[in-house]
């Protein structure tokens, strides 16, 4: 009962701080480079971080950050939840991140997020959303942006299974950058498709870079999946 309780007082003070956030990012966003447009995510983990103790007393580590490459990679996380949308980008790296492109129709939030040049795909349509990975990827990457997708392409509660896409080694390999594989355990304490959040702590790990450049793309996709699904279940 408690923590259906925790759970519903955290909706409206998460939806207040997504309204704001993302009006500030509209009115301000615009005339700030795009690194500088940064802080728009950075606050709004903060912000998430500080109601989700508060309300739910859900904490979180973040682990290997010392990892993160100081050039251009491509990094892949498991997707359960909400949160590693924004822990991720707030890790200062400049991210341009794949999604589906109804997210950036959603009035005030999708409008933000389009000021920080994701790659918004067609999930309905595998191929051409692969292709678009690869080559917008490759253009975001020559401009000295780190590109961030998510393989399993939607959110997954723990446990279950879905294809991983090899999306990101395809891009990986074919820009030359590392690749660096990321796993959590988000959907155990704010899982993506249910309404109730359990207390605790989350818990994500950065792994090292993967180096791309004497490898095949199966083999680095193999590699990186392995190493975040092992990491998960350590978790």
Known sequence: MLNWIRSLLFVPGYVVIIFVVSVLGLLIGPFLSFERR???PRLTFRLVSFWLRVCCNIRYEITGVENLPKTPCVLVSNHQSDWETYALQSLGLGLCTVL????????????ALALLEPIAINRGRSVPASRSVISQGKKRLAAGRSVLLFPEGTRVLPGQKVPYRRSGALLAHAAGVPLVPIAHNAGEHWPGKRFMKTPGVIKMVIGEPIDTSDKKSEAIHQMSMEWIQKRHAAL
């Open 100 to 111: 589906k492109r109804e997210l950036l129709w959603i009035p005030l939030f999708g409008w």
């Open 38 to 40: 940064f802080w728009v």
